[in-house]
């Protein structure tokens, strides 16, 4: 085991689960094994809450959930701790530019996912990854006061790029700007970010920043790393996030997360 380290913080997609949104039997035993030598476990995502609720029961989780990036936390009951919203104005610019470039939105307020076509590309793959189904609507603005992310999405990896500078230009301060997938631009309030994540369980969990590990594979995660006090990126991270990571595990197809926490948290095993 690495000494020092009393916490370990596990992004979701891309990370704790497969590809195909699986969460393997040794992923399982490797959070067991965290339990087991008194190490607290705690996952975050851009999902919301009820879109991690399924992982729950098979990890025994009993630390707060971060959903949305931060801008939710979570009892393990479902039960809000904490929440971060986006002011109504930063929400309409959002949604406004979003549309203007041609890309679809969905909002996500309270604990409902709310989108125009239920039928839009990546809704019906959303929807089973989160175990819940949105709701169809014609006008966002009822739902504004309490958004908390709202989502920009297009198969059009570049034009994603496009808006999230002009958004990141439009909004200023007002929110966090950033790609959660190459198709998805997440836009949450500004204290919604995984950086954010770990001072809020370092502070809920009375464990030091420093001795707070993360491990992810997203542009999203880097504040993570940042923030904690040893950070793994997954093999299947794009060389920038590498970079900014302390160690690197082996991919999400090749059991990168219980490799990670073997090897580089627990001190067992070949490293990955």
């Given at each position: 085991m690495i000494s020092g380290i009393s916490a370990l913080i596990s992004d979701v997609d891309g990370t704790l689960v497969t590809e195909d949104k699986v969460l393997t039997p040794r992923a399982e035993e490797a959070v067991r094994k965290l339990h087991a030598a008194g190490i607290?476990?705690?996952?975050?995502?851009?999902?919301?809450?009820?879109g991690m609720e399924m992982l729950i029961a098979p990890l025994e989780l009993k630390t707060p959930i971060a959903g949305f990036n931060g801008g939710v936390f979570v009892t393990p009951e479902m039960t809000v701790i904490e929440e971060h919203v986006l002011t109504a104005d930063a929400a309409k610019c959002a949604i406004d530019l979003v549309l203007e470039n041609k890309m679809d939105v969905w909002v996500y307020s309270g604990n409902e996912w709310f989108v125009r076509d239920i039928?839009?590309?990546h809704v019906a793959r959303?929807?089973?990854?989160?175990?819940?189904?949105?709701?169809?609507?014609?006008?966002f603005g009822p739902e504004l006061d309490r958004a908390v992310k709202i989502v920009g999405v297009s198969d059009d990896l570049d034009l994603v790029k496009r808006c999230e500078?002009?958004?990141?230009?439009?909004?200023?301060?007002?929110?966090?700007?950033?790609?959660?997938?190459?198709?998805?631009?997440?836009?949450?309030?500004?204290?919604?970010?995984?950086?954010?994540?770990?001072?809020?369980?370092?502070?809920?969990?009375?464990?030091?920043?420093?001795?707070?590990?993360?491990?992810?594979?997203?542009q999203n995660d880097v504040l993570m790393f940042r923030e904690g006090?040893?950070?793994?990126?997954?093999?299947?991270?794009?060389?920038?996030?590498?970079?900014?990571?302390?160690?690197?595990?082996?991919?999400?197809?090749?059991?990168g997360f219980a490799k990670a926490v073997e090897y580089y948290v627990l001190g067992e095993g070949e490293r990955p």
């Open positions: 607290a476990f705690a996952i975050t995502s851009g999902r919301p809450p009820r039928e839009a590309p959303e929807s089973w990854t989160v175990k819940f189904a949105p709701t169809a609507i014609d006008d500078k002009s958004l990141q230009s439009a909004i200023g301060t007002r929110a966090s700007v950033a790609c959660s997938q190459a198709y998805y631009l997440d836009i949450t309030h500004p204290a919604a970010n995984k950086g954010t994540v770990v001072t809020t369980l370092s502070r809920l969990l009375s464990i030091p920043t420093a001795e707070i590990a993360t491990i992810g594979d997203g006090g040893l950070s793994i990126a997954m093999g299947n991270a794009t060389p920038a996030v590498q970079k900014q990571a302390r160690f690197v595990s082996a991919s999400y197809k090749d059991e």
